[in-house]
């Protein structure tokens, strides 16, 4: 009988323990999986993304290709290049509210000549699986106030990883080092400091 319950006692303890460490395990595991989805949440977010964006390219230069001789000539292109300050932007035609970036910088230009700010300029690359109607739009809607070349093989994105369509904006100085990044289309206060960092550099 006394064997029966030191039996019993020894096999209720051990299964106490092995609870015990079970739990002790999963707690773990979860506190684990939970700090590595936080730490995944925040690498996702703009704030996150934002700030490594300005690490790898402020002060940085980008490389502005030549891609459409049909619509700039070499000499047009190495002045585009020469400019003392410009935006460069980036639309592909596919995306319908991508096509939003023209009136916006249309009006952007139109506050900054307002103020007799003149000396900046806007340049598109754009890119379209229709080539011959997005280079129809852009003739109608930009020639006469910027440079712009159709991107045929995405150069501008792919030579500089520029694939966040949030950081497909830049300001650029005379050696095309970034001075700012970042679509302030999307950003009322992004268009604030694009505008006060123009006014402050002309």
């Excluded at 790898?56 to 292109?77: A, C, F, W």
């Excluded at 096509?99 to 000549?113: H, P, Q, R, T, Y």
Aim: a positive charge.
């Amino acid at each position: 009988m006394r064997r029966l319950i030191i039996k019993y006692f020894l096999w209720i303890l051990f299964t106490i323990v092995l609870i015990t460490l079970v739990c002790f395990i999963y707690q773990k595991n979860i506190k684990r999986n939970s700090k590595a989805d936080i730490e995944l949440l925040e690498e996702g977010s703009w704030r996150y993304i934002a700030t490594k964006a300005v690490k790898r390219y402020v002060g940085k230069p980008l490389i502005l290709p030549y891609s459409d001789s049909l619509n700039m000539t070499e000499l047009d292109y190495h002045n585009m290049c020469d400019l003392p300050l410009k935006v460069v932007l980036y639309i592909d035609g596919d995306c319908s509210t991508c096509l939003l970036k023209i009136g916006f910088w249309k009006e952007f230009v139109s506050e900054m000549n307002k103020q007799k700010l003149f000396d900046f300029s806007v340049v598109v690359y754009a890119f379209s699986s229709f080539e011959e109607n997005m280079r129809s739009y852009l003739k109608e809607e930009w020639n006469g106030l910027y440079q712009w070349q159709f991107d045929k093989n995405k150069s501008f994105i792919t030579k500089n990883e520029l694939y966040d369509i949030r950081l497909q904006t830049v300001l650029l100085d005379a050696d095309n080092n970034v001075i700012l990044i970042g679509d302030p289309l999307l950003n009322p206060t992004l268009r604030q400091l694009y505008s006060k960092t123009i006014k402050s550099l002309l």
